[in-house]
């Protein structure tokens, strides 16, 4: 059975960016959980929620520069810019 090149490339397309789509889900999530252990004073969860974003930001950092489509890098990047914002408000 020939390896199909092509669909093993547009496969691995895929599989990256549901991870990156991910990764910024849980950055985010992890930034809203940042901010609610600060408002009810548990400074350990705080740091520990606050690593994780950024922990999420940087994959998509290092992994994003493999996404071949324009579109779909720049439209990540945002997304990305958008987290990182919120990090830094933390």
């Keep these: 059975m020939p390896l199909d090149n ?3 490339r547009t496969k691995t ?3 990256l ?3 990156l789509d991910a990764e910024l889900k849980l950055g985010r999530t992890f930034t809203q959980s940042t901010m609610l252990s600060y408002d009810d004073g548990h400074a350990d ?3 520990q929620a606050k690593r ?3 922990h999420a930001a940087e994959s998509v950092r290092r ?3 493999g996404v071949a489509d324009d579109k779909i890098r720049d439209e990540i990047e945002g997304r990305l810019a958008e987290l990182e914002r919120l ?3 933390l």
């Design 45 to 47: 969860h705080y740091e």
């Design 87 to 89: 990090i830094s408000t």
């Design 17 to 19: 960016i549901e991870f």
């Design 13 to 15: 397309q895929r599989t």
């Design 52 to 54: 994780y974003a950024t």
């Design 6 to 8: 092509e669909a093993l």
């Design 63 to 65: 992994f994003m520069p």
